[in-house]
């Protein structure tokens, strides 16, 4: 506890809080502004942005939350620039907030507190190697996630992380939040594709975390840095673990009349013993949405369809698919489609993925929400969930990774209504009440950027957090890098203030 | 804490650990005098000689609560890896923890794999919550119970290999997966190595000695057949049983290495193609960290534990 205090006296202003407007600030360009010409004379005129409207755009994200204060936008094309970049932030006595594509959904890359130099790493977008003896390649961390399995396909491997957001989203910005998808139930979510991380520290230091090799010298920073959203330093190169495609892959598409059966079909099928490579729930709503919007012959009169998928030899993935059927028709299937080739199989994955784009047809807005609870109390928790959109006046539709049991209920609703924020936000507060109680988590792959860090201390004893802030603290001593986030209000990296001036040798 | 702990806190009382268990642990690991924790002694001189003025002590054992359905375990640190998976082969399960003679929490604070790990997968994956005790005797708490989560600074995986010099593991929550229906060694002596590993799409394990090539087969026993055959095109491999699992020291080489293996002066070894950890009569050369990555080192080992009480004397990755 008195360690607690320690850092809690050090509280500056107000934490972000989601939904309450940050005190307004125009974008004024300083033209004469010497942090830019620093900027510029290390990087090239043209890559460092400092016009109203590019900091007005990288002052959001994708999620609902306001937009924050960018400072110059940098856009390095090398480690050395970062590196750069980094030194003249901190002779400026300015914090940096890294940036990928900008899709995340907690908030992770809104910048706060005093115009932060935003360093989008979009430009350093090739992919360096593919090294088939180590099993690994190297990638700069602005490569898209969807061109690098492209990439990756003719050697015959893929990289098995697939967020939705995979056309878009960088695999700096997967290592940062240690993103999840459908296929991470069999091959896990980032952490565990990842042997080796470049990052250029807080104070411009370049240093190799992790390695080629089994079991790296020393602690697992690797292993920490992935999932720290930004706030350790920079990731300016990465090696990822290279998977091997299967030779057989069966998709089914199994329909229920109620939700509860379809989420009893999935921990039956893990209680089973099997191990799909994905498992995926829709309900009624959403696959309406996306029928009409894909058309890729989801049944509509289906109160929710789970999309499962084996991989492996070709025989061995006939006994579960086998398996998956019987089990889903236990529990009251009212059909059972195997996709018949490979083209079918897309169009039922297309559909899948593109479900949020869907939605876009339903409504202007709409809010993804994202917790984890356990596989066995995934239909006491929906139920709960489609009661707390009852109770708030809401709609909400279901379409998650039940798996592994991580929830993603979306709040469709239209902004200019009256009030409406207000009862989203309370139905997202309820949401992850409910998860918590079930034994779940706050975030299963989205992170807590600013989105959930007020929740933080309901999964988290104060000392639990005190430990969590000295990882912070042993990377970035002052608290350069991405301040204000994931750490709740009290603890010192999240309060939105000046740098604190610290003696140089804190670097030790 | 500052007031701010979102709508009501139903659930955070429950966080507060009230098990006595875990209270007297804390107790027992006080809050000044140096300490370490004993497992099962088969790692003990990992890390280098223990300061001799530490007191050793012992973690709680006992497993705590198994949901084979959510492929989940809690187990106090103390429990030999062989009683927990003793439990979990009733159930048809297993962990990626190795089975050595050791401890679990002994094998997180180790943070080594064993031979079988591209079928079990790895320690540091298998660690879902880790509750420790802290160098100011605080019980902390870090993850969660579930096998996704993304939620805040992972302490577990800084747990894992961290060799007890920044906390000592008291319960943990372990991962569990479901035991192949089939398990079956194959030796051949006339095989090139990495030929084998890349003839089976996915092997659990492939062991070369500098003349013989063991692979392990498991799942599905037409796909652990099938396999078997795409495995003889490279090899006269004939069915064994288990072998005895290899020893030695460790040596922690890049997979592409291993073609190399001849250049390192290893004297007999033991290599795990596709993996890289070799087990060697001779002991690996020293490694180093760069000295920024040290001085990340430094800062963490200050903010856990300043005064150095913790397993004092180690220091993790070294004199394997
Ligand atoms: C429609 C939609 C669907 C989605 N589906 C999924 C899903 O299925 N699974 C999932 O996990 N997520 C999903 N997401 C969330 C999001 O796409 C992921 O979190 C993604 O990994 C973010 O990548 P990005 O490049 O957009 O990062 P950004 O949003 O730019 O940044 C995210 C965080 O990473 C940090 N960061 C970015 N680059 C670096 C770097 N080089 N070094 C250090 N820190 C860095 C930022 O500071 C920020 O904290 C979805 C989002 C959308 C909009
Ligand atoms: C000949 C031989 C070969 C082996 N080869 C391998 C191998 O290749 N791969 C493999 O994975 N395992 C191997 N092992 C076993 C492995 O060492 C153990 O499974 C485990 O890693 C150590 O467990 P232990 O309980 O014996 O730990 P101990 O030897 O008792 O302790 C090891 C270290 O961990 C610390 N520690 C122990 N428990 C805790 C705790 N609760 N909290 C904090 N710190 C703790 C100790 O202080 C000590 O520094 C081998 C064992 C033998 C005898």
Redesign the interface.
């Known amino acids: 506890m008195a360690s607690f205090l320690k850092s809690a006296a050090s509280a500056g202003s107000a934490a972000y809080d989601s939904f309450r407007r940050l005190p307004g600030r125009k974008f004024e360009p300083a033209e004469t502004d010497q942090l830019v010409l620093d900027l510029q004379a290390a990087l090239t005129e043209d890559r460092v942005r400092n016009d109203s409207a590019q900091r007005a755009l990288m002052s959001h994200d994708a999620s609902v939350f306001d937009g924050g204060n960018a400072g110059p936008v940098c856009y390095p094309e090398t480690t050395d620039e970062v590196v750069a970049i980094m030194k003249i932030a901190e002779r400026h006595d300015r914090a940096v907030v890294p940036r990928g594509a900008g899709t995340g959904l907690a908030g992770g890359a809104i910048p706060l507190g005093d115009a932060p130099v935003v360093i989008a790493v979009t430009k350093m977008n090739r992919v360096l190697e593919i090294d088939e003896d180590n099993g690994i390649a190297w990638v700069e961390p602005g490569v898209i996630n969807l061109d690098l399995t492209n990439h990756l396909k003719p050697h015959g491997y893929h990289f098995a992380p697939d967020p939705s957001s995979q056309q878009v989203c960088t695999i700096g910005g997967n290592v940062a939040n240690n993103s999840g998808g459908p296929h991470c139930l069999a091959y896990g979510v980032t952490n565990a594709h990842i042997m080796a991380l470049e990052v250029v520290s807080p104070a411009g230091d370049v240093l190799q975390l992790g390695g080629l090799d089994p079991e790296p010298l020393g602690l697992d920073l690797r292993g920490v840095f992935v999932g720290s959203e930004g706030t350790l330093g920079v990731t300016t190169k990465v090696a990822v673990k290279l998977t091997r495609n299967r030779p057989g892959v069966r998709t089914l598409l199994l329909s229920f009349s109620s939700v509860r059966d379809a989420a009893n079909t999935v921990s039956g099928v893990i209680a089973a013993g099997v191990v799909p490579a994905a498992m995926e729930v829709m309900d009624a709503r959403i696959t309406e949405a996306v029928e009409n919007y894909v058309h890729a012959g989801y049944p509509t009169d289906a109160a929710a369809v789970l999309l499962a998928e084996v991989d492996g030899l070709e025989s061995g993935v006939d006994i579960d698919a086998d398996q998956i059927r019987a089990i889903g028709l236990a529990n009251n299937a009212t059909d059972v489609r195997l996709a018949a080739d490979d083209t079918e199989r897309a169009l039922l994955w297309k559909g899948r993925k593109t479900a949020f784009g869907a939605i876009a047809q339903i409504a202007p807005d709409y809010y993804l929400h994202d917790t984890v609870v356990p596989r066995s109390a995934l239909a006491d928790v929906l139920e709960e969930v489609y009661a707390i959109a009852d109770r708030n006046d809401l709609l909400i539709m279901n379409v998650f990774h039940a798996g592994d049991g991580n929830l993603h209920p979306l709040i469709i609703f239209d902004g200019r209504d009256p009030g409406v924020l207000d009862r989203v936000h309370q139905a997202g507060a309820e949401i992850i009440t409910a998860s918590l109680d079930a034994g779940g988590v706050l975030s299963g792959e989205h992170g807590i950027g600013v989105e959930k860090q007020k929740f933080m201390s309901r999964m988290f004893t104060d000392d639990d957090l005190d430990h969590q802030n000295r990882v912070r603290q042993a990377f970035d001593p002052v608290c350069r890098a991405n301040p204000g986030k994931v750490m709740p209000m009290g603890h010192s990296c999240a309060d939105i203030q000046q740098l604190r001036a610290v003696p140089r040798d804190v670097w030790g | ?2 007031g ?9 009382a429950t ?2 650990s009230t098990d006595p268990v875990l209270r007297e642990f804390a107790e027992l690991v006080g809050e000044t005098d140096g300490v370490a924790v004993a497992g099962g002694r088969t790692r003990w001189s990992a890390g280098g000689e223990l300061d001799s003025a530490a007191r050793v002590i012992q973690a709680p054992s006992g497993i705590v609560d198994y ?5 989940i375990v809690t187990v106090r640190a103390g429990t030999p890896v062989a009683e927990l998976h003793a439990e979990l082969a009733a159930k ?2 297993r962990t990626g923890l190795p089975e050595r003679g050791g401890t679990v929490g002994g094998a997180l604070a180790v ?3 064993d031979v079988t ?1 591209l079928g079990r ?2 320690v ?2 298998a660690l879902l919550q880790v509750r420790y005790v ?1 160098s ?1 005797g ?5 993850g ?12 577990p ?2 747990m ?3 060799l007890g010099t ?1 906390g000592c593991l008291a319960e943990v929550i372990v991962r569990t ?2 035991i192949p229906t089939v398990s079956q060694w194959y030796l051949a002596s006339d095989a090139d190595p990495f030929a084998s590993y890349q003839a089976v ?2 092997p659990s394990a492939v062991v070369y000695d500098g003349t013989n090539t063991l692979v392990l087969l498991e ?2 026993a ?2 652990v057949d ?2 078997a055959g795409e495995l003889a095109a490279t090899g006269s491999f004939v069915e064994v049983g288990p072998p005895s699992l290899p020893t030695g020291h ?1 040596w ?6 291993l ?1 190399k293996i001849a250049t390192h002066d290893t004297g007999a070894f033991n290599a ?1 193609v ?4 070799v087990w060697a009569a001779k002991p690996q050369p020293a ?4 000295p ?2 040290q ?6 080992k ?3 534990d300043p005064t150095g009480r913790l397993n004092p004397g180690r220091k ?2 070294v004199n394997r």
């Open positions: 804490m500052s701010d702990s979102g709508s009501g806190d139903s659930s955070s966080l507060h949901v084979p359905e959510e492929m048809g399960q943070g080594e794999n790990v997968g790895t540091r994956s802290s100011e605080r019980i902390v708490n870090g969660g119970p579930t096998v996704k989560n993304v939620t805040g600074f992972d302490l995986r800084l894992v290999g961290s920044l997966n479901p799409m996915a799942g599905h037409v796909d099938q396999q460790r922690s080489l890049p997979p592409a290495e073609k795990l596709g993996v890289g950890t490694r180093t960290l760069s920024e990555v001085a990340v080192h430094d800062r963490m200050m903010q856990f993790p990755g």
